[in-house]
């Protein structure tokens, strides 16, 4: 993958504020969740959750996940996405403190929103590791791509 492939999906990742997430539930059957993500490093993405959310569960019967981000459009040239497949991870100690002090930066209504604040106490910082990663951009051609490992 370019260099210049690679800054056009951390800027990317960097405008849109929210991914899908995909878990295997407990009799294998996929399971999606929708979270506000910040970007840490190596284009690894960080939600904040509950223990008792499904999605978490599912995380730690099976870290594999997968996800998506992409752009809200009204027409296929404009069709603009990524899509990840990797682990997740709890994040602790100090780079989970890290990951809620970017998070809170990033979606400070959270601190603003009494119901929001209150259930903070019961959530924690997840890393979704990439392992691929496929970048869509229909607005260099249709079904343009760009796949990669890590």
Not at 57 to 75: G, M, S
Request: aromatic share 10%; charged share 20%.
């Amino acid at each position: 993958m370019s260099e210049a492939v690679l800054e056009q999906v951390r800027a990317f990742l960097q405008v849109h504020h929210t991914l899908t997430l995909a878990t295997c539930g407990d009799r294998g059957e996929p399971q999606a969740a929708d979270l506000y993500y910040v970007l840490l490093d190596g284009l690894r993405l960080a939600f904040i959750s509950a223990a008792s959310s499904r999605h978490v569960a599912n995380i730690r019967r099976d870290p594999r996940v997968a996800c998506t981000i992409h752009a809200v459009v009204a027409e296929w040239r404009a069709i603009r996405g990524i899509q990840i497949e990797g682990t997740c991870a709890p994040l602790t100690g100090w780079e989970g403190m890290r990951t809620w002090a970017r998070y809170l930066a990033r979606f400070p209504f959270v601190l603003r929103d009494a119901p929001l604040r209150q259930a903070l106490h019961k959530m924690q910082p997840y890393a979704i590791t990439p392992h691929w990663v496929r970048w869509i951009d229909n607005t260099v051609a249709f079904g343009y791509k760009v796949e990669f490992t890590l």
